[in-house]
């Protein structure tokens, strides 16, 4: 096997790895307005059956609203194929990961600290969605990874003419000694998986003490 196709299969791994990970918080993502959708269809039936009876139009809105997100949803699951090439305004795929790890985080015991300008201190212009989003979900699952016990991450973002920088700073005790509290199979996103997996997404990663700090043009 050659070095760039067994470089393919080790990236392909991690990127597996990562996803069934967060499968579930995916899966909850898209059952939810469905779920939602059942229970207002119920409350329709009800409600025609009884003559006069207010807020029929409203319940049919909200349940041609909760379809249409589920809809959304299921389409966005594209983004996740290998061969998928879309764009994307990198904030939105800093939040959506975030959004992501929320239940895995919480089961951890770790709570997320923004600064308050970080938002406003990175460039919308878009990046490679897929490689982007699997990299910062890579040291997001690094993170819970590293960290024993309730701790607190804090992310700050620091813009320079040229390129674009996010920091992640973990708490005082951290470990990598143990397997994580979510990732069923017992596999560590380590550092040379996350080298990989930002080298994929054009990132230029730093991973100094307590600190991993990561740019991108």
């Known amino acids: 096997m050659s070095s760039e196709n067994a470089q393919y299969w080790q990236l ?6 990562i996803f069934m990970r967060i499968f579930p918080s995916l899966r909850h993502g898209l059952v939810g307005p469905i779920s939602i959708a059942r229970m207002s269809t119920s409350i329709v039936r009800k409600l025609l059956t009884k003559e006069g009876q207010p807020g ?6 909200r349940i041609d609203q909760q379809l249409q997100e589920a ?5 966005a699951l594209q983004s996740w194929e290998p061969a998928a090439n879309e764009l994307a305004n990198p904030l939105d ?5 975030l959004q992501i790890m929320t239940t895995p985080f919480a089961m951890s015991q770790i709570e997320v600290s923004l600064a308050n300008d970080w938002a406003s ?5 878009p990046v490679a969605q897929r490689a ?3 990299a910062w979900l890579g040291v997001l699952c690094h993170c819970q990874d590293s960290i024993r016990g309730q701790a607190v991450l804090s992310i700050t973002a620091s813009p320079s003419p040229a390129n674009q920088e996010l920091v992640v700073t973990l708490p ?3 470990t990598t000694d143990h397997a994580p509290a979510i990732d069923a199979s017992g596999l560590l996103i380590d550092q040379e998986a996350l080298h990989m997996l930002a080298q994929h997404a054009g990132w230029t990663m730093q991973y100094g003490h307590r600190q991993l700090s990561f740019t991108w043009a």
Do not use: K, N
């Open 71 to 75: 809809v959304l949803a299921i389409r």
């Open 121 to 125: 201190s990175l460039s919308p212009t």
């Open 56 to 61: 029929i139009a409203e319940q049919v809105a």
């Open 172 to 174: 005082e005790t951290v």
């Open 132 to 134: 982007f989003l699997y």
């Open 12 to 17: 392909a791994g991690i990127q597996h790895a």
């Open 93 to 97: 795929l800093i939040q959506q990961g």
